[in-house]
């Protein structure tokens, strides 16, 4: 359950941009208290971080979180001829280095 959680939240950070954990749990239909819990766990472990807080509607402000692109990287490894080339890019597709 908490790897579908997890998978869910990541693909929500990634279409939105950031979001925060009433903005999530709405949109993904599940408890606040679990996204907060697993959000928490993430940003611990770095796959998320902390934005800062959001402007206030009336209420207690609320923290926004977004996706690390950082987190994991992707390595693209070919040969041509006499020599190999490779690509190392983040979540975002982002060329880190060539």
Request: proline residues 2%.
């Amino acid at each position: 359950m908490r790897h579908t959680v997890r998978r869910a939240l990541r693909s929500s950070l990634l279409e939105l941009s950031s979001g925060t954990k009433a903005e999530l749990s709405d949109k993904l239909g599940i408890s606040f208290p679990t996204v907060g819990k697993v959000l928490e766990q993430m940003k611990q472990e770095g796959e998320v971080t902390l934005l800062g807080l959001d402007e206030s509607s009336g209420g207690r402000r609320a923290n926004r979180y977004a996706f690390n692109p950082d987190y994991m990287l992707g390595l693209a490894v070919y040969y041509e001829k006499e020599q190999s080339v490779y690509t190392l890019f983040n979540w975002n597709g982002d060329l880190i280095e060539r």
